[in-house]
């Protein structure tokens, strides 16, 4: 998908599908739906959601039925009220019904993460700070969640290990000290470093040495505004660790550049959507 940079769509869906196939297949489409029966269906929210993942959805039902009709009544990134209609579809049942789990499965997942992220972007509505995304994601499914928060309307953090250097406590540790982490850095030829603090004083060594991005842990409101004034606006700043949504206003309104909250991709509970079926036309 071309808004999905490094997912491959047609891999994702084979992969899903196999786990969910084995190899008897769907015995209970098989045995119970003639292969002639169609179906008309509707996927529609039961809550109010930020939707993410039709596409993805449309090509599980593709999968099984090239021939299928799909009319996508909604755009991924909206803001819809309970009971809106997503998805028109009309089919052969059993795809249909053989796609439907993998498919709902995947918008609820990602549409789940969009919605949690956008109640942490309203939060801090009006602040300068901005919003991230982290590493913490569920193995295989990295660039879907990332694709989701940004649905809801986060900037990513780092995609992987490779695309940024970020220092934390245990390089520290076994490099010996911040400034010495960071130069080992600079002269490995990074260009971006983001070094984790979790405390004051190891600011200033770690700007002296070269860090690019300052990641501010477990820090208090008080600590933060702090932080902030001292670094003086020479790089970024990231506030991190327990941020939720009743804390995050405050942590916000420090002057920190970034807040990043792993509990998007980490915790979001999954979306209320559901796959209507009526029957259409033999």
Request: aromatic fraction near 4%; charged fraction near 25%.
């Amino acid at each position: 998908m071309d808004d999905i940079p490094g997912f491959d769509l047609d891999a994702f869906v084979r992969s899903t599908l196999a786990e969910d196939l084995g190899e008897g297949g769907d015995i209970t489409s098989d045995a119970v739906i003639p292969a002639e029966a169609r179906f008309d269906g509707m996927m529609d929210s039961r809550d109010a959601i930020v939707v993410a993942g039709l596409a993805i959805a449309e090509a599980f039902f593709r999968a099984l039925d090239p021939a299928v009709r799909i009319e996508r009544l909604v755009g991924d990134g909206a803001r819809v009220s309970p009971g809106t209609d997503l998805m028109r579809l009309s089919g052969t049942a059993r795809g249909l019904l053989t796609a439907e789990r993998s498919a709902l499965n995947t918008v609820q997942h990602l549409s789940g993460i969009a919605t949690m992220t956008r109640a942490y972007v309203d939060r801090i509505a009006g602040t300068r700070a901005i919003l991230l995304d982290t590493r913490k994601t569920i193995p295989g499914l990295r660039v879907l969640e990332k694709y989701a928060t940004r649905m809801g309307g986060a900037t990513n953090h780092r995609m992987g290990l490779w695309d940024a250097a970020m220092i934390k406590d245990n390089h520290v540790a076994v490099a010996g000290s911040v400034g010495e982490a960071v130069r080992r850095a600079k002269q490995a030829g990074i260009e971006q470093i983001i070094v984790e603090v979790d405390r004051v004083d190891q600011i200033e060594p770690a700007l002296a040495a070269g860090a690019t991005h300052l990641l501010l842990d477990n820090m208090d409101p008080p600590t933060l505004r702090g932080a902030v004034t001292l670094v003086g606006g020479r790089v970024p700043t990231e506030a991190s660790g327990g941020v939720t949504l009743d804390t995050i206003r405050a942590i916000a309104e420090t002057g920190v550049t970034y807040i990043s909250v792993g509990r998007l991709t980490q915790s979001a509970p999954a979306a209320d959507i559901g796959l209507d079926f009526a029957m259409g036309a033999a």
